[in-house]
């Protein structure tokens, strides 16, 4: 196993509203390029741990396959794409636009429990953007000091969550939200030869427990997803932390693993796991590939 080299961002437009934590931006070239290796172009994309979703988007939005299905098991996350997909997307976005934001303003919103599915998107649009990490899994803490003493609001950009909204709703006809379980719709789907399957499951690594913190669903039967996935008829790839038991996992199942590199805002150098059936189209000759450097945050591209 080779680690590949790192993977500059700068082509990947941003259509996630959401920051999201352990979000897979810095991996769309990589998706491009699998979609590609393909034979055909997908008829269905399946992602079933979507989370803030800029997979299932680019692939949408580049028509990289015929449509997407989306999955995630958060209700406050799934808020967010319901309403935006199921037709109040503009709603959404002129509540983003006339609200504002301060402290006080945050701590009522958030002290409120919203029954209503477009007044739960915004809340969760708006904890995404006003707590640390963007983490909204109990724990997390609001910003109060921020970016450029910036305080609150460091990362709250109305006009580019607008623009973002708006431009998801434009492409609903190739998306398709369920609010459930990733491996209920793995297992209703895993028989049709014409669909690809997008894994990052959440994932908490022994001693690590990076999921525990970031995710208010962080429990997975990891064996069972990889059985699962080993009996898929179409093609999948999935992204895991670069830990032992996983590698082991993946051999047992006898699939195909590369460690891909990546930089973080603070150029700090982490890796990933990519696994699949078969790998080799990550696996393109040097001199082939320009050398990428530098992945920046994609937060260093938003504002307004
Ligand atoms: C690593 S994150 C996905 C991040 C995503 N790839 C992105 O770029 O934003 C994993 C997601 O799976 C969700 N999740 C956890 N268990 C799930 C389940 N059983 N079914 C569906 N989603 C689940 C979590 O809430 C979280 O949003």
Redesign the pocket.
């Given at each position: 196993m080779r680690h590949k080299r790192i993977v500059n961002v700068a082509s990947v437009p941003q259509l996630?509203p959401?920051r999201?934590?352990?979000?897979?931006?810095w991996?769309v070239p990589h998706i491009r390029a699998w979609m590609r290796s393909l034979p055909n172009r997908p008829a269905l994309f399946v992602?079933?741990?979507?989370?803030?979703?800029?997979?299932s988007l680019t692939v949408a939005a580049e028509r990289l396959a015929e449509h997407s299905l989306l999955?995630?098991?958060?209700a406050n996350?799934a808020a967010v794409w319901q309403t935006i997909l199921g037709g109040r997307a503009k709603w959404l976005a002129d509540r983003i636009m006339s609200f504002e934001v301060t402290v006080e303003s945050v701590e009522e919103e958030m002290s409120k429990a919203p029954r209503d599915l477009r007044k739960r998107a915004f809340r969760t649009i708006l904890k995404n953007r006003v707590y640390h990490g963007g983490i909204m899994a109990p724990g997390s803490s609001l910003i109060r000091h921020g970016e450029n003493n910036k305080g609150i609001k460091s990362r709250w950009y109305p006009t580019t969550l607008k623009k973002r909204i708006l431009g998801i709703a434009d492409i609903r006809d190739r998306l398709t939200f369920i609010h459930?379980?990733?491996?209920?719709?793995l297992g209703e789907h895993g028989n049709n030869p014409d669909a690809v399957f997008?894994l990052?499951?959440?994932?908490t690594a022994a001693g690590k427990m990076a999921?525990k913190r970031?995710?208010?669903?962080?429990?997975?039967d990891h064996e069972r997803l990889f059985e699962m996935t080993a009996s898929v008829k179409g093609d999948f790839l999935m992204?895991y932390d670069n830990a032992s038991g996983v590698v082991e996992l993946a051999n047992r199942h006898g699939f195909d693993t590369e460690v891909i590199s990546m930089k973080n805002t603070h150029h700090a150098k982490m890796t990933e796991l990519l696994i699949g059936r078969d790998l080799s189209w990550v696996r393109v000759p040097t001199e082939k590939k320009p050398i990428q450097r530098l992945l920046f945050d994609e937060e260093e591209r938003e504002g307004d």
């Open positions: 996630s959401f999201y934590p352990g979000g897979k931006t991996l992602e079933p741990f979507v989370g803030g979703g800029i997979i999955v995630e098991l958060d996350v459930g379980d990733g491996l209920d719709v997008f990052d499951p959440p994932y999921g970031l995710y208010e669903h962080n429990e997975l992204t």
